[in-house]
């Protein structure tokens, strides 16, 4: 009878681990505890606005390569969309100042164009970067780059900022120095913002679980794992309350499960358990032709602007500070914001606040070291997730990475015995 592999969480990681073992001749069960796969990675039908949404927006470049391949496993390739080439439109709101970002394919003569590079930046500002290649593990962005002026406040920071999830200077010049590495310093290529235009769980969740249905896995919901048994160096057994599976020999299990959860679940394991929050703002109106896909603020409470179909959407990243601010300000303000950029006149129409405060780990030094690998102490258990230790801050394609390699260790018995 084929080994199983058991896969405790349905978010992007554990369904990119799962599509990647339905491949093999292994049985692929995914264990989910909610009724809604996804994770952080699906949408849901929102009331306040009357449509489909993200529990996030979600903006990929296209030099995440995971998160592309796993699109294409499941035979969405053209999942995410965007502009032919890395344009990106910013205001200044502060000065009212304009100006459009474009970063060219291959070698990167934008820094020499004044048409192209951000305004009130010289091209030999940009060479301070290369500081970023070679970084200490405990250092800080704030320790290694001179977090002011205007490549910092208009490239750097709204750039980090999203990456990371958390106020630049704090975070680990290691994940800053990753996300540079993979993008900007790849040319244009690399950086072309792509966004789920029909939402997360059309691009990436309904697809895959269709997928994995038509490969003979077993997507269940609705299913916690509550403890995990182990005995002799192996995972033994799974307690889902009323319900015990026995693992046999051979069989294995990837926990892509949070990082709160899996540190409940693993004995021993040590994780990052500091947060930060993102906060997203929708209001349905149907965006004038000439409001771009994405568009970046500064100077500005807003750091993006997303135009759908029928809505724009707005994500702060480490928001925290904007918790317990009350949701009708908070909508006003951001209104006004999306306002001015996009120089719509209306007046707040109908809106949402989704306030995620456990959106990413704090991609501090501190906490990125405790990241923990794929394998752990028991030979048949591994952990996936954005909070495993990919080298990527916690990003879809840092969980789709995270889900293929514990797939890879996963996988390792079925070659020993081929
Ligand atoms: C608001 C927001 C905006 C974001 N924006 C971006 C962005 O623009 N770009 C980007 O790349 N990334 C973004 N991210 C991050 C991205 O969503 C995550 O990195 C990614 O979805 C994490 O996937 P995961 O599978 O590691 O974890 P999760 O999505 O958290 O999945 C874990 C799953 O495990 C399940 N589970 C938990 N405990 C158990 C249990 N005991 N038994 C069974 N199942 C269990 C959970 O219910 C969940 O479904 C954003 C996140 C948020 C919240």
Redesign the pocket.
């Given at each position: 009878m084929a080994r199983t592999v058991h896969i405790?969480?349905?978010?992007?990681?554990?369904l990119a681990a799962a599509v990647k073992l339905a491949r093999t001749p292994a049985k692929v069960v995914v264990?989910?505890?909610?009724a809604y796969?996804?994770?952080?990675?699906r949408s849901y039908f929102d009331r306040a606005i009357g449509m489909t949404i993200d529990?996030?927006?979600?903006?990929?470049l296209s030099g995440n390569h995971a998160v592309q391949e796993f699109a294409a496993a499941i035979g969405n390739a053209d999942a995410l969309v965007g502009p032919a080439t890395a344009d990106f439109p910013f205001i200044d709101l502060a000065s009212g100042e304009r100006w459009t970002l474009r970063i060219n394919d291959g070698l990167p003569w934008w820094i020499f164009d004044k048409a192209r590079r951000v305004p009130g930046t010289a091209a030999f500002d940009y060479l301070k970067v290369a500081r970023l290649l070679r970084v200490a593990d405990d250092a800080r962005l704030g320790d290694v780059l001179d977090c002011s002026g205007a490549l910092y406040d208009r490239l750097l920071r709204p750039v980090l900022l999203?990456a990371l999830n958390i106020d630049p200077p704090q975070g680990a010049a290691v994940l800053a120095s990753a996300v540079m590495r993979e993008t900007l310093a790849l040319g244009g290529k690399a950086c072309r913002p792509l966004i789920a235009r029909d939402g997360l769980s059309h691009a990436f969740i309904e697809p895959a679980l269709k997928h994995l249905k038509g490969q003979g896995a077993e997507v269940r919901l609705e299913?916690?794992?509550?403890a995990i048994a182990f005995d002799g160096g192996r995972a033994s057994r799974l307690d889902f309350g009323a319900d015990q599976i026995e693992l046999k020999a051979d069989d294995a299990v990837i926990v892509?499960?949070?990082t709160h959860?899996a540190a409940a679940?693993v004995p021993g394991l040590t994780t990052p358990q500091g947060y930060r929050s993102?906060a997203?703002a929708h209001f349905k109106i149907d965006a004038p032709p000439h409001v771009p896909p994405i568009q970046g603020l500064i100077n500005a409470t807003t750091d993006w602007i997303f135009a759908f179909e029928g809505r724009l959407s707005v994500?702060i990243s480490s928001a925290d500070r904007l918790m317990d601010v009350p949701r009708a300000e908070l909508a006003e303000t951001i209104w006004n914001e999306v306002a001015r950029a996009t120089g719509i006149a209306a007046s707040l129409p109908p809106w949402q606040i989704v306030r995620?405060r456990r959106?990413?780990f704090a991609a501090t030094p501190a906490e990125n070291l405790k990241r923990p690998g794929a394998r752990t102490q028991w030979e048949n258990l591994f952990l996936?997730?954005?909070?495993t230790a990919t080298g990527l801050p916690?990003?879809?394609?840092?969980?789709a990475r995270?889900g293929h390699r514990a797939a890879e260790l996963a996988n390792e018995p079925i070659k020993r015995a081929a």
């Open positions: 405790i969480g349905a978010g992007l990681a554990g264990h989910e505890a909610t796969p996804g994770g952080r990675c529990n996030g927006n979600h903006l990929v999203a299913h916690e794992l509550r892509a499960v949070p959860a679940l993102i997203n994500t995620e959106a990413t996936a997730g954005d909070w916690a990003t879809l394609e840092g969980a995270s």
